[in-house]
């Protein structure tokens, strides 16, 4: 009985341990980055994709992530800007907002300037978390996204993943 016991045990450690280690290895940390110039920290298990009007794309099993390069003479020449490369984040938020008419508020955070909206594709609703970021010669739209119900659970993590982006 105390062999059976101590069997029984074990094995229930030698599980814990395999539980653990998986856990562990799923939340390890990679650094993601885009020949454009961007990198993020993200967890691990994200898959990077090729989406038409997206420099960067990365989806995970709950999230994804998308980033748009808008070079400076782009703007300029669109007439969104004038004198793009003297503009601030808040004034890129600002006309990210306005084109797509979303009704946000830009916050800021130490160095971040966000904001976030919620959209409904093929009948689901989507919570995205809006960073800008500015480059040498570009501004960055980075977007996290996740189904709106998941909204509370993420956002503190969209949060410590945009204080990781870096922009060239």
Request: hydrophobic residues 35%; charged residues 20%.
């Amino acid at each position: 009985m105390k062999k059976s016991i101590k069997i029984m045990l074990s094995m229930m450690l030698v599980c814990l341990s395999i539980f653990t280690f998986v856990a562990c290895s799923n939340n390890s940390e990679k650094t993601y980055t885009c020949d454009a110039g961007l990198s993020i920290t993200l967890n691990n298990g994200f898959i990077e994709k090729e989406i038409v009007g997206q420099t960067y794309y990365l989806q995970s099993t709950n999230i994804i992530f998308t980033a748009t390069k808008e070079l400076f003479t782009e703007l300029d020449e669109s007439g969104a800007f004038t004198d793009a490369k003297n503009k601030t984040l808040k004034n890129y938020a600002n006309l990210i907002i306005s084109l797509n008419r979303l009704s946000s508020q830009i916050k800021e955070d130490n160095d971040l300037v966000y904001f976030s909206y919620t959209k409904s594709v093929s009948g689901q609703s989507y919570y995205y978390f809006a960073v800008m970021q500015k480059g040498t010669d570009a501004f960055w739209l980075c977007q996290f996204a996740c189904l709106s119900k998941n909204k509370d659970k993420y956002t503190p993590k969209f949060i410590d993943y945009a204080k990781t982006i870096t922009v060239s």
